[in-house]
């Protein structure tokens, strides 16, 4: 069992920054991918970005290339988001996540563990 909590999420103008935190416990990462995704109001569930925990190694949706960037800590368990350049469209309940399968992955169906989302709004 893997438990993820997000953190970070809030209210930010258009062009603005905000750091998203992802902290795992249950289970010491070693090769997983994780990742994370976004959902909007009336909208389906969508792949933001992944990184590899083992080799960090990343890949990002096309929307958010050059804008959000993702990391992580060792030490801290945690998978960070860094996202920059904010657009009112980013606007969303954002989601990490874990593949226990996967070294990197894209799809809802590859991970495996969920966390509970944080809420992006970007006022423009």
């Known amino acids: 069992q893997v438990q993820l909590v997000e953190s970070g999420g809030g209210l930010v103008q258009a062009g603005g920054s905000l750091r998203l935190s992802c902290a795992a416990s249950?289970?010491?990462?070693?090769?997983?991918?994780l990742g994370w995704f976004r959902q909007a109001p009336g909208k389906e569930r969508e792949f933001v970005g992944a990184?590899?925990?083992?080799?960090?190694?990343?890949i990002y949706a096309d929307s958010v290339k050059a804008r959000f960037t993702m990391s992580r800590d060792f030490a801290k368990n945690t998978v960070y988001l860094q996202m920059d350049s904010l657009k009112s469209e980013d606007t969303a309940v954002y989601y990490c996540?874990?593949?226990?399968?996967?070294?990197?992955?894209?799809?809802?169906?590859?991970?495996?563990?969920w966390g509970q989302g944080t809420q992006v709004t970007v006022s423009s």
């Open positions: 990184i590899s925990w083992s080799g960090g190694t990343t």
């Open positions: 996540a874990v593949s226990t399968t996967f070294v990197l992955a894209s799809k809802n169906y590859q991970y495996d563990y």
């Open positions: 249950g289970r010491t990462l070693s090769r997983e991918a």
